[in-house]
Every structure is written in C-alpha cells, then in structure tokens.
C-alpha cells in the first residue's frame, strides 16, 4: 500500500496522498459541527466525504496492479503466503486500534467481549485479499464477472431479506447473526456497522476498479486516449449510479451496488484529471506534498487514529486535550464551523509533518 509509483504513475501517489489527507481531515473535527461536505450523508445520500473511503479501496487496487507484477514471478506459496499474511495484518491492526488503548481508566485489561470486530481497516484487508485472489485466479474477465455477480447478488439480497431502511436491512441482520451486539459500530443509535460482513462483498469492487484503472493506464500510457476512455468509464458509472438510483438508494452506510458504481465513477474521473495535469501536462505545484502521504499511508493512517484515542484520553484544564486545543487555539476566535475545520486541518498538518520527517530518512513501513 505505500508503494511509490514511478514518474509515469506520479498522478496514481498524488491520488493515495490526497485522498489520506480528506481522510484525515473528516475523522478529525475539533468539535460537533462541521461544514456538509465534510459529513456522511445521514442516510440515502453522497457527500464529499462519502468518497474518501471507497477513493482509498480504489487506490488500495491501483498499488496491487504493481504488487501483482512483482508476485508473477513466483510461485503459488509464495503469493497465497504473502497476501494472506498482508491482509490478516491489515485486519490485525484495525482490530488493536478498536481495543487501543487496550486499558480501561480503572487501569484493568480492556474486555474483548466489548471490542468492535469490523472496521475500516479491516475491511482493506479483506478487499486486498480478496481483490488479489480475484486478480490472480481470474484476470480481468474474472474481476469483471465477479464485479457484476457482486453488485446485483448484493442488490437481491438487500431487495429480498429486507429493506433499505437502518432498522430492517439485510447486512445488520447478518451482522447481528454472526457477530453480535456487542462487536458491532452503535454511533448510528443502534447496533449497525457500516463496515460490516455483507456488505464488505460489493467493497471488493472498489479494489477491482483501482487495480482496471491502474493496469489500463500502465498499458496504455498516460496521453489523450488514455484520459477521455477513464472519463467515459467514469462518467458512464455516474450514469448508471444516479439511473439505479431510483431503484436502490445511494448509500454509503449500507455501501449499496449504486454506491459502488457512482464512487468508482468519481474516482475515475478525478483519476483522469490527475493524469491530465500530472502526468501529461508536466503540473508539479504542490503535488510533493500528497507524495509525501502516499509513500507511508497505512502508518499515517493508524498514527492519526491513535494520536486522536490518546488526545481523547489525555486530560487537560478539566477537558480532554483534544477539546482544549480545539477550545483554545481554535474555538477562542473562529465560528465553530470555522473551528472545527481549521482543527482538522491542523491536525492533518501535523500527520504530515510526521510523514515528511519519515520520507526525509527514507523510512517507509510496508506490511
């Protein structure tokens, strides 16, 4: 995941960096208000920030186009071992980052009975895994069959054991079957998990449409033909997502096969725009910077993870330390709309810093 692209793949670095830095900046509010774009539609909807999950599975994929190069040259034991072993970590470390501080305040081992057992890295892990079987065992027209059998399988099976609704859905209902209350996500009001185990399958294509987008643009060349075919697929995707639409609902939370479809198109064609400028016209103007995220981007990920469950422990003046900082350098002279985002954005700034001083060494932690 934090492989460097080469030159001709700059815009693919800029990509990953630019979406971990939005990723960074909508998990981080300093306080209850944020500006609409930077929060998940409540329900049926898309947002921004609704992009920045799946972008990341996108360019999860668009990284595994150059890690299945590497993996031709070898064996089947080799490449199952390696795989295997990335994606279990991946789903590993999401697991101790719901258990982090591993502790409860009365200094006794935190319970395990309690801890959430999906998540967003959780779900990479399983994406890359199964993305890579699908690649390796199938080529594209595996990944393309398996594309199309997910996203209507996932339709039929939300049509038809029950509703689009946050109460009724089928994805919580296998949820609570196989995992149980007390491992699941309850910011919703009840126990649902919009990383959950169902609806993980259609996630896969995220992963499938990175590693297409990728390959095309290594076999083809960052030119003209190259940027109008990644606009067409991408803008034909926004057609069918807004047509499905109306048959099922645009929804992150239950990631939706119409969801699916419209944040492959956006990833598409930004993806396009990237090349265009980047890669074709020679832009370089601030392109280091998202480089710099993209070179480490799983550890900076935990890094903000971790930095904001200590900051919400720490104490400081009666708050936690990270309402204190939001209150005083931020929420003392701003509107709290303004506040909270220029936290976030401070607290982005800062994970790059750390991503910046690692680059500088050349230190780059890979699974």
């Known amino acids: 995941m934090s492989n460097s692209a080469s030159p001709r793949y700059l815009a693919l670095d800029v990509f990953r960096g630019l979406t971990l830095a939005l990723m960074i900046v909508v998990n981080t509010p300093g306080g209850p208000e944020s500006y609409g774009p930077l929060e998940h539609a409540a329900w049926h909807g898309f947002t921004l920030t609704d992009l920045v999950f799946p972008s ?9 186009s150059l890690s299945m190069q590497k993996f031709g040259g070898h064996g089947e034991a080799y490449f199952l071992k390696r795989v295997v ?21 009365e200094w006794t081992l935190a319970p395990l009975g309690a801890t959430r057992v999906m998540g967003v890295l959780q779900r990479i892990g399983l994406c890359y ?45 296998v949820d609570l079957a196989l995992l149980g209350e007390p491992h699941m996500y309850r910011g919703e009001g009840v126990p649902f998990d919009p990383e959950g185990i169902l609806s993980t399958l259609p996630s896969i294509v995220n992963v499938l449409a990175g590693y297409a987008a990728a390959v095309w643009l290594r076999r083809k060349g960052p030119g003209p033909r190259t ?22 609902p645009i929804n992150k939370k239950l990631w939706t096969s119409s969801y699916v479809a419209c944040t492959v198109g956006w990833d598409l064609i930004i993806l396009a725009a990237l090349v265009a400028a980047i890669d074709m016209a020679g832009a370089r103007f601030g392109t280091y910077f998202f480089e710099v995220f993209g070179k480490n981007t799983l550890f900076i990920y935990v890094l903000a993870d971790v930095a904001v469950v200590v900051l919400a422990r720490l104490h400081a003046g009666g708050e936690t330390v990270y309402r204190w900082l939001y209150q005083t350098l931020f929420l003392s002279w701003a509107s709290p709309l303004d506040a909270s985002l220029l936290f976030a954005v401070a607290f982005m700034l800062a994970c790059w810093l750390v991503a910046y001083a690692m680059d500088r060494r050349k230190i780059y932690v890979k699974l």
């Open 56 to 64: 990341f599975l996108f360019v999860v994929g668009a990284a595994l």
């Open 85 to 105: 072993k990335r994606g279990a970590l991946i789903f590993l470390v999401g697991y101790l980052l719901y258990w982090f501080p591993f502790l409860t305040p």
């Open 129 to 173: 895994l199964f993305g890579a079987l699908i690649v390796r065992y199938g080529g594209m027209r595996g990944a393309l069959a398996f594309s199309v059998v997910a996203l209507l399988g996932y339709w039929w099976m939300l049509a038809s054991f029950g509703d689009y609704t946050l109460a009724g859905n089928a994805a919580l209902k």
């Open 227 to 248: 940027v109008a075919a990644l606009a067409a697929a991408g803008a034909a995707c926004l057609l069918l997502a807004y047509g499905w639409d109306v048959l099922l």
